[in-house]
């Protein structure tokens, strides 16, 4: 501990000159001894305990087991003074810092610091890294411990288990953390508390008085859950929430401090410490009621000022938990607090089961296994049995609300929306209850008897069973598999050898069982397997390498010593047995505990009064057959995403040792790692590691409190993340011991780098499995409530490199060639986007390391799979386009393409001609192939002189538009445009005029503020082409000439932000150009007696010419044509419906292709609508079939009953959204359907009995579903951030609506 804890009664010091080492004149213990070694600091200053000199502080560069001179080191070697020193104060390294370990008394620079807060800060650091894990296991080789068997006597197993190494680490930090803080000097600072019922605070009257405040006096009683329960508790049941790999190490800490907490004495100014563990558990309590509630998204449908009148009346009053106000306040504001919530639910339950495991808590009691009313004080088993009934329940009421409802149709019945809703909610609802108890029952097997497990998990196959995965290949909305492989030429060499095989092969899966689709499926059959393994078991082990389910730090804890005389008739191995016995500390309180629950109640009938905030009250009174519509109540869970994730093997799936026909696969695996991963993780083992992977990455993410507090990091992510590593024990009897053995015969295994034995070895294969199948479902462009952001995995990935390079990136790399070998032609193309996206990032991360051999073999498919046909049509393959993709995406990265060329792809490459997109014929044309050559030559001139205006001699907009619209670029024009071909007379309707003649002075403006993209691709054409003959040809290549890149001399100039301040800059010129366009159409009309155009569809038109014109220019470069397509949005230059009918055409017209990636240009159109027309700003164009010029209503009277102005302002809002949005979204169904249709009429399609599906079929109908999902996502976002809507005071803040859009 650090020195700045020292006081008069801890007799800290500063470090000693010379090579002082950690004094103990209590125990001969090489743990403590006095080494000396590099002239490190003596024994830093900290707490003193019968001579001690610090808390383990000072040292000499690693003398310690624990890092540094600190056993809970820090890694700033600044803190201390010492080589990771931190806590123990002192020198490390010889006087890298001559102060002594208090810094705060020896820095006068150094602001004030409370003494106490400094204290409690240092606790919290220790707390927090007392059972790290990587910190335990280095500590554990140091001291090279070997396995014991620990205290063998517990209840939980009838096997002497060895204890790990790592654990008796973690049970030495724990022992010797309770010295400290359970010390009668220590014990006021650390473990005070204010008892229930008690106004008064003064320590000196502080007795264990801890029991439960009844319903007679609770209305006047305001309770601070973090002071009646300590700092200690309080910290201890915040670390057991949300440090998921350390939950064993807080269980034994509750157990050592409870123990060894002083009784009231003279020492402690007659005040009781005891009854620790108690206060742990209410404070958990508290914090599981109000998690789950949030979790199951239990709302009040009273008004802020009912709730605030119901409270100060007293009803409902109880335990109000400050905590809990900090949660309410800022639900609305954080999209991902339902996740959280049901991670911290998830660890507490942990947390419970292994108290129970312990002694400390009870696990099962008598009637836990029948149906109660009232759920106040529940054991393990209780509270499980209590979400499995209330599950239930929920999932009851969703499957007869879905039956009655069955034939509503949604525009007939106003309130069919809210009916799905609040089915969909019940659903949800009752599938995150059942994961609860799925990720606890684990835990929970050592004390819990099989007809009790047996009987959830019957009841659990009932919702399973009409559970809908969203991850279901092919059909669910967040799919990440199609149903069947895509429809494309095999270029591979032995492609011809393999098809039959593939063929058979796939029908075999077809006729096998649904697939696991995501991680709820994946964690019902794992726990399935697990209970079923573990009670038909002799030896009652659990049939995993995973450990964290049968640590048990607490058994290794010392226990108190003790005189024993012998009783009557005692013989002396009676007498060993019982010290023997009481060598490991044990639970000695008089009755074990129960969760104890608020008391804030919800009253279903009048004898049952239930707990646990509103959640179980609610759910018992719909089960009682109440009127839901009676309660002030309701469950708002939306989704279940960020808690339920998609489920990818990309690796084969663990041998079966009754399999015999793996002989031949086994050969082609040659990698060990990879080997020792396949044949030595069995399915259970990879669910647990891919499960506490996604634990870290949800845990220790960077999170900012409402206070500004920051917590989490990616870099923090990553290293708990290889702390999994350390969790993995020898494999269990059967195939994958067998399988670990024939690979020590054969040379095979190594060490993993990580510290450990070869039980881990293959661990990080499971790693990088789980983050990239997590990267496969996170695409960008929608706001979601998951932590996994894809920005955010891909720098796990990238730290995770860079920390361990030789085990990391190779297995990168081989787990990348598996998906892009076996899984490509089946990814949604979704998926693929988003794999290719974080490639491109990590390879510039990584200064381009990825081997050429890669590269080699992936060129074929963009070579041959994607050559050009005779029709001039390119061929499509899901593995070139992959490639490709990476490449323009790293190419939009770098400064110059020459980088891509020298750093990443290997000599001679012909990858070299795809880094710069071919695009289309007419990308470097100035006119279409239907303009008469005069025309063209006309056009280029006067496209040559508006661009010298615009980049040379940046003339004001209004001289542009004056010029452009003018009479003197008309007469220059004149001659090329005749008057047949200008007029169409043969047709009437605008689209069947030459758009380049119809559109020309809109096309001249932009095309000259578009010219700085075709240079560009100009630039990067010729550096490619001068670089590779100069590989080849050993020619000198100057890429910096002046005629070929203008703007830019060295490489890339900002095209895209160029591009987009002259669009900005020259809107009017724009604007006024399309205007004359159409002018000058509609005079010609009316000329020849015709029929005018609708407006609308000519500024449709005149959109779509545009977004062609964008798309020629800027075909090379995705980022810069979305950049182009945002600007214009933003600038409403054109509208979102202007770009669905670029995309998918119109009514008349059928597309028989669509752009790739169309779906990202669509919902951005939209999502960047709703932006627009939720603004105050005003539209100069309704083009997308609502009048988005309106000035927003923010909340005036409501006496206007028409239209956008009835009911609440929050109302008025959601109906303006909802008719600019149902519009757009019907159209792009309508449209898709339509494009569907002609397909299957032109033969593009599959029948039922086909193998494979055309890419136009695949991209049409993934593309849909993810503009559904992106632009609902983007509603509910902005709506519940809009100002009018957080102002509503109906609900005390967003509407419930919001969430039910």
């Given at each position: 501990?650090?020195?700045?804890?020292?006081?008069?009664?801890?007799?800290?010091?500063?470090?000693?000159?010379?090579?002082?080492?950690?004094?103990?004149?209590?125990?001969?213990?090489?743990?403590?001894?006095?080494?000396?070694?590099?002239?490190?600091?003596?024994?830093?200053?900290?707490?003193?305990?019968?001579?001690?000199?610090?808390?383990?502080?000072?040292?000499?560069?690693?003398?310690?087991?624990?890092?540094?001179?600190?056993?809970?080191?820090?890694?700033?070697?600044?803190?201390?003074?010492?080589?990771?020193?931190?806590?123990?104060?002192?020198?490390?390294?010889?006087?890298?810092?001559?102060?002594?370990?208090?810094?705060?008394?020896?820095?006068?620079?150094?602001?004030?610091?409370?003494?106490?807060?400094?204290?409690?800060?240092?606790?919290?650091?220790?707390?927090?890294?007392?059972?790290?894990?990587?910190?335990?296991?280095?500590?554990?080789?140091?001291?090279?411990?070997?396995?014991?068997?620990?205290?063998?006597?517990?209840?939980?197993?009838?096997?002497?288990?060895?204890?790990?190494?790592?654990?008796?680490?973690?049970?030495?930090?724990?022992?010797?953390?309770?010295?400290?803080?359970?010390?009668?000097?220590?014990?006021?600072?650390?473990?005070?508390?204010?008892?229930?019922?008690?106004?008064?605070?003064?320590?000196?009257?502080?007795?264990?008085?801890?029991?439960?405040?009844?319903?007679?006096?609770?209305?006047?009683?305001?309770?601070?859950?973090?002071?009646?329960?300590?700092?200690?508790?309080?910290?201890?049941?915040?670390?057991?929430?949300?440090?998921?790999?350390?939950?064993?190490?807080?269980?034994?800490?509750?157990?050592?401090?409870?123990?060894?907490?002083?009784?009231?004495?003279?020492?402690?100014?007659?005040?009781?410490?005891?009854?620790?563990?108690?206060?742990?558990?209410?404070?958990?309590?508290?914090?599981?009621?109000?998690?789950?509630?949030?979790?199951?998204?239990?709302?009040?449908?009273?008004?802020?000022?009912?709730?605030?009148?119901?409270?100060?009346?007293?009803?409902?009053?109880?335990?109000?938990?400050?905590?809990?106000?900090?949660?309410?306040?800022?639900?609305?504001?954080?999209?991902?607090?339902?996740?959280?919530?049901?991670?911290?639910?998830?660890?507490?339950?942990?947390?419970?089961?292994?108290?129970?495991?312990?002694?400390?808590m009870h696990g099962m009691v008598e009637g836990d296994d029948?149906?109660?009313?009232?759920?106040?004080?529940?054991?393990?088993?209780?509270?499980?049995?209590?979400?499995?009934?209330?599950?239930?329940?929920?999932?009851?009421?969703?499957?007869?609300?879905?039956?009655?409802?069955?034939?509503?149709?949604?525009?007939?019945?106003?309130?069919?929306?809210?009916?799905?809703?609040?089915?969909?909610?019940?659903?949800?609802?009752?599938?995150?209850?059942?994961?609860?108890?799925?990720?606890?029952?684990?835990?929970?097997?050592?004390?819990?008897?099989?007809?009790?497990?047996?009987?959830?998990?019957?009841?659990?196959?009932?919702?399973?069973?009409?559970?809908?995965?969203?991850?279901?290949?092919?059909?669910?909305?967040?799919?990440?598999?199609?149903?069947?492989?895509?429809?494309?030429?095999?270029?591979?060499?032995?492609?011809?050898?393999?098809?039959?095989?593939?063929?058979?092969?796939?029908?075999?899966?077809?006729?096998?069982?649904?697939?696991?689709?995501?991680?709820?499926?994946?964690?019902?059959?794992?726990?399935?397997?697990?209970?079923?393994?573990?009670?038909?078991?002799?030896?009652?082990?659990?049939?995993?390498?995973?450990?964290?389910?049968?640590?048990?730090?607490?058994?290794?804890?010392?226990?108190?010593?003790?005189?024993?005389?012998?009783?009557?008739?005692?013989?002396?191995?009676?007498?060993?047995?019982?010290?023997?016995?009481?060598?490991?500390?044990?639970?000695?309180?008089?009755?074990?505990?129960?969760?104890?629950?608020?008391?804030?109640?919800?009253?279903?009938?009048?004898?049952?009064?239930?707990?646990?905030?509103?959640?179980?009250?609610?759910?018992?009174?719909?089960?009682?057959?109440?009127?839901?519509?009676?309660?002030?109540?309701?469950?708002?869970?939306?989704?279940?995403?960020?808690?339920?994730?998609?489920?990818?093997?990309?690796?084969?799936?663990?041998?079966?040792?009754?399999?015999?026909?793996?002989?031949?696969?086994?050969?082609?695996?040659?990698?060990?790692?990879?080997?020792?991963?396949?044949?030595?993780?069995?399915?259970?083992?990879?669910?647990?590691?891919?499960?506490?992977?996604?634990?870290?990455?949800?845990?220790?993410?960077?999170?900012?409190?409402?206070?500004?507090?920051?917590?989490?990091?990616?870099?923090?992510?990553?290293?708990?993340?290889?702390a999994v590593s350390e969790l993995f024990v020898s494999p269990?009897?059967?195939?994958?011991?067998?399988?670990?053995?024939?690979?020590?015969?054969?040379?095979?295994?190594?060490?993993?780098?990580?510290?450990?034995?070869?039980?881990?070895?293959?661990?990080?294969?499971?790693?990088?499995?789980?983050?990239?199948?997590?990267?496969?479902?996170?695409?960008?462009?929608?706001?979601?409530?998951?932590?996994?952001?894809?920005?955010?995995?891909?720098?796990?990935?990238?730290?995770?490199?860079?920390?361990?390079?030789?085990?990391?990136?190779?297995?990168?790399?081989?787990?990348?060639?598996?998906?892009?070998?076996?899984?490509?032609?089946?990814?949604?193309?979704?998926?693929?986007?988003?794999?290719?996206?974080?490639?491109?990032?990590?390879?510039?991360?990584?200064?381009?390391?990825?081997?050429?051999?890669?590269?080699?073999?992936?060129?074929?498919?963009?070579?041959?799979?994607?050559?050009?046909?005779?029709?001039?049509?390119?061929?499509?393959?899901?593995?070139?386009?992959?490639?490709?993709?990476?490449?323009?995406?790293?190419?939009?990265?770098?400064?110059?393409?020459?980088?891509?060329?020298?750093?990443?792809?290997?000599?001679?490459?012909?990858?070299?001609?795809?880094?710069?997109?071919?695009?289309?014929?007419?990308?470097?044309?100035?006119?279409?192939?239907?303009?008469?050559?005069?025309?063209?030559?006309?056009?280029?001139?006067?496209?040559?002189?508006?661009?010298?205006?615009?980049?040379?001699?940046?003339?004001?907009?209004?001289?542009?538009?004056?010029?452009?619209?003018?009479?003197?670029?008309?007469?220059?024009?004149?001659?090329?445009?005749?008057?047949?071909?200008?007029?169409?007379?043969?047709?009437?309707?605008?689209?069947?005029?030459?758009?380049?003649?119809?559109?020309?002075?809109?096309?001249?403006?932009?095309?000259?503020?578009?010219?700085?993209?075709?240079?560009?691709?100009?630039?990067?054409?010729?550096?490619?082409?001068?670089?590779?003959?100069?590989?080849?040809?050993?020619?000198?290549?100057?890429?910096?000439?002046?005629?070929?890149?203008?703007?830019?001399?060295?490489?890339?100039?900002?095209?895209?932000?160029?591009?987009?301040?002259?669009?900005?800059?020259?809107?009017?010129?724009?604007?006024?150009?399309?205007?004359?366009?159409?002018?000058?159409?509609?005079?010609?009309?009316?000329?020849?007696?015709?029929?005018?155009?609708?407006?609308?569809?000519?500024?449709?038109?005149?959109?779509?010419?545009?977004?062609?014109?964008?798309?020629?220019?800027?075909?090379?470069?995705?980022?810069l044509f979305l950049s182009c397509l945002e600007t214009l949005?933003?600038?409403?230059?054109?509208?979102?419906?202007?770009?669905?009918?670029?995309?998918?055409?119109?009514?008349?017209?059928?597309?028989?292709?669509?752009?790739?990636?169309?779906?990202?240009?669509?919902?951005?159109?939209?999502?960047?609508?709703?932006?627009?027309?939720?603004?105050?700003?005003?539209?100069?164009?309704?083009?997308?079939?609502?009048?988005?010029?309106?000035?927003?209503?923010?909340?005036?009277?409501?006496?206007?009953?028409?239209?956008?102005?009835?009911?609440?302002?929050?109302?008025?809002?959601?109906?303006?959204?909802?008719?600019?949005?149902?519009?757009?979204?019907?159209?792009?169904?309508?449209?898709?359907?339509?494009?569907?249709?002609?397909?299957?009429?032109?033969?593009?399609?599959?029948?039922?009995?086909?193998?494979?599906?055309?890419?136009?079929?695949?991209?049409?109908?993934?593309?849909?579903?993810?503009?559904?999902?992106?632009?609902?996502?983007?509603?509910?976002?902005?709506?519940?951030?809009?100002?009018?809507?957080?102002?509503?005071?109906?609900?005390?803040?967003?509407?419930?609506?919001?969430?039910?859009?």
């Open positions: 501990m650090d020195g700045s804890l020292s006081s008069s009664r801890h007799n800290g010091g500063g470090g000693g000159s010379g090579g002082g080492g950690y004094r103990n004149d209590n125990r001969n213990d090489n743990r403590y001894d006095n080494r000396r070694r590099g002239g490190g600091g003596g024994g830093g200053g900290g707490y003193n305990r019968r001579g001690r000199g610090g808390y383990h502080g000072g040292g000499g560069r690693r003398h310690h087991p624990y890092r540094g001179g600190g056993r809970y080191g820090d890694r700033d070697r600044d803190r201390g003074g010492g080589d990771r020193g931190g806590y123990g104060g002192g020198g490390g390294r010889g006087g890298r810092r001559s102060n002594p370990g208090n810094r705060f008394d020896n820095n006068s620079s150094t602001k004030s610091i409370d003494p106490q807060s400094a204290m409690l800060k240092q606790l919290t650091a220790m707390v927090a890294k007392m059972g790290d894990l990587i910190a335990c296991a280095e500590s554990a080789s140091n001291v090279q411990l070997m396995n014991n068997n620990g205290n063998d006597n517990d209840n939980d197993t009838n096997e002497e288990v060895p204890m790990r190494g790592v654990v008796q680490a973690i049970s030495r930090n724990i022992q010797d953390l309770t010295v400290v803080l359970c010390s009668t000097s220590n014990a006021p600072l650390f473990l005070k508390y204010t008892p229930p019922n008690t106004t008064d605070t003064d320590e000196n009257s502080i007795t264990d008085n801890s029991n439960s405040n009844t319903s007679d006096n609770i209305s006047n009683i305001s309770i601070n859950a973090k002071d009646e329960a300590g700092p200690l508790a309080t910290l201890i049941a915040s670390c057991a929430a949300t440090l998921p790999l350390q939950s064993p190490s807080y269980a034994g800490l509750t157990l050592g401090v409870e123990e060894n907490a002083p009784d009231a004495c003279e020492e402690t100014m007659n005040v009781s410490y005891k009854g620790f563990a108690k206060r742990c558990v209410t404070m958990a309590s508290r914090r599981l009621a109000s998690d789950l509630d949030q979790t199951c998204g239990v709302i009040s449908l009273l008004s802020r000022e009912e709730q605030n009148q119901s409270k100060a009346s007293g009803a409902g009053a109880g335990a109000e938990n400050d905590m809990d106000k900090d949660k309410a306040s800022s639900a609305s504001s954080t999209d991902d607090t339902y996740v959280q919530s049901f991670m911290r639910s998830k660890l507490l339950l942990r947390y419970f089961a292994l108290l129970a495991r312990a002694g400390i029948e149906d109660k009313d009232i759920f106040t004080s529940l054991s393990v088993a209780g509270i499980l049995k209590a979400l499995m009934d209330s599950a239930t329940i929920a999932n009851t009421t969703a499957t007869n609300m879905g039956t009655a409802n069955a034939d509503i149709d949604d525009d007939a019945d106003a309130d069919a929306a809210d009916t799905k809703s609040t089915i969909k909610s019940f659903q949800n609802a009752s599938v995150l209850m059942v994961a609860l108890i799925l990720s606890t029952l684990p835990y929970c097997v050592h004390f819990l008897p099989q007809y009790f497990v047996n009987d959830l998990m019957t009841k659990m196959d009932a919702i399973m069973n009409t559970y809908k995965s969203p991850f279901q290949p092919g059909v669910g909305i967040m799919s990440i598999l199609l149903e069947k492989e895509l429809l494309e030429e095999d270029v591979s060499d032995d492609a011809g050898d393999e098809d039959d095989d593939e063929e058979d092969e796939d029908d075999e899966e077809e006729a096998a069982a649904p697939a696991c689709a995501d991680t709820l499926q994946d964690l019902f059959r794992t726990v399935r397997s697990l209970v079923t393994s573990f009670y038909s078991s002799s030896t009652s082990t659990l049939p995993t390498k995973f450990a964290l389910l049968s640590d048990a730090p607490w058994k290794n804890l010392e226990g108190k010593e003790k005189e024993y005389a012998p009783m009557e008739g005692d013989a002396d191995d009676e007498l060993a047995k019982r010290k023997e016995f009481e060598k490991y500390l044990r639970y000695t309180g008089e009755e074990k505990l129960y969760i104890e629950l608020p008391s804030e109640s919800v009253h279903v009938h009048d004898n049952v009064h239930v707990g646990l905030g509103k959640l179980f009250g609610y759910l018992m009174q719909v089960g009682a057959g109440g009127q839901m519509e009676g309660i002030p109540l309701t469950l708002q869970c939306p989704s279940t995403e960020g808690i339920i994730f998609g489920r990818l093997s990309i690796f084969d799936a663990a041998s079966d040792e009754n399999d015999d026909d793996d002989d031949d696969e086994e050969e082609e695996i040659t990698n060990p790692r990879i080997k020792a991963y396949v044949k030595t993780f069995n399915v259970m083992d990879r669910f647990f590691l891919a499960e506490s992977v996604r634990d870290c990455l949800i845990c220790h993410r960077a999170k900012v409190s409402d206070t500004g507090v920051e917590s989490g990091s990616a870099k923090e992510a990553a290293e708990q993340i290889w269990p009897n059967g195939a994958a011991a067998a399988a670990a053995n024939k690979m020590e015969e054969d040379g095979t295994g190594m060490d993993t780098g990580s510290g450990s034995d070869d039980s881990s070895m293959g661990v990080e294969c499971g790693i990088v499995e789980t983050i990239l199948s997590l990267i496969l479902q996170s695409p960008r462009g929608i706001h979601s409530a998951s932590s996994m952001s894809p920005i955010y995995l891909s720098r796990i990935l990238i730290h995770l490199t860079k920390d361990k390079p030789n085990l990391i990136s190779e297995v990168v790399v081989m787990t990348v060639m598996n998906l892009f070998n076996d899984f490509m032609p089946s990814l949604s193309p979704i998926s693929k986007e988003s794999l290719s996206n974080w490639l491109a990032i990590h390879l510039t991360n990584t200064d381009y390391q990825w081997p050429g051999i890669v590269w080699n073999s992936w060129s074929p498919y963009v070579v041959k799979g994607m050559a050009r046909i005779e029709n001039s049509e390119q061929k499509r393959n899901s593995r070139g386009e992959f490639v490709t993709h990476v490449m323009a995406s790293v190419n939009s990265f770098v400064a110059s393409p020459k980088i891509i060329l020298k750093e990443c792809l290997p000599p001679q490459s012909p990858l070299a001609d795809y880094i710069v997109p071919p695009g289309k014929p007419s990308a470097s044309a100035s006119a279409s192939s239907a303009t008469t050559s005069a025309f063209a030559s006309a056009i280029e001139t006067e496209v040559k002189d508006v661009t010298n205006r615009i980049w040379k001699n940046n003339d004001e907009p209004e001289d542009v538009r004056d010029y452009i619209v003018g009479d003197e670029v008309s007469e220059a024009l004149k001659g090329s445009l005749d008057d047949g071909d200008l007029e169409h007379s043969s047709s009437t309707s605008a689209s069947g005029i030459d758009s380049e003649k119809l559109w020309w002075r809109t096309g001249l403006i932009f095309r000259s503020i578009l010219d700085v993209a075709k240079q560009s691709r100009t630039k990067q054409l010729q550096i490619i082409k001068g670089y590779v003959a100069q590989v080849s040809s050993a020619v000198e290549f100057d890429d910096d000439d002046d005629d070929i890149m203008q703007h830019d001399d060295d490489g890339k100039s900002d095209d895209a932000t160029d591009i987009a301040d002259y669009f900005k800059r020259y809107k009017p010129a724009i604007l006024a150009a399309m205007a004359k366009d159409i002018q000058a159409h509609e005079e010609n009309l009316d000329l020849r007696g015709e029929s005018k155009e609708n407006e609308s569809d000519m500024i449709l038109l005149g959109e779509v010419y545009v977004l062609n014109l964008c798309e020629n220019f800027t075909t090379f470069s995705s980022s949005l933003q600038e409403k230059i054109i509208s979102a419906m202007g770009v669905l009918r670029w995309v998918l055409g119109h009514e008349s017209v059928i597309n028989s292709t669509v752009p790739q990636g169309w779906w990202n240009f669509v919902s951005l159109s939209i999502r960047m609508s709703v932006d627009n027309d939720l603004s105050e700003d005003v539209s100069p164009m309704g083009t997308d079939g609502s009048d988005i010029g309106m000035i927003i209503d923010h909340g005036g009277g409501d006496d206007n009953e028409s239209g956008n102005n009835a009911g609440t302002p929050s109302a008025r809002r959601m109906k303006k959204v909802t008719d600019l949005v149902s519009p757009l979204l019907q159209f792009v169904s309508a449209r898709v359907h339509s494009t569907l249709v002609a397909a299957a009429a032109a033969g593009d399609t599959t029948t039922t009995t086909q193998k494979k599906l055309p890419h136009l079929i695949v991209d049409l109908r993934e593309g849909l579903k993810y503009v559904i999902r992106s632009v609902s996502a983007h509603v509910v976002s902005t709506l519940k951030d809009d100002e009018t809507v957080r102002a509503t005071a109906e609900l005390g803040g967003s509407s419930l609506e919001v969430e039910n859009w």
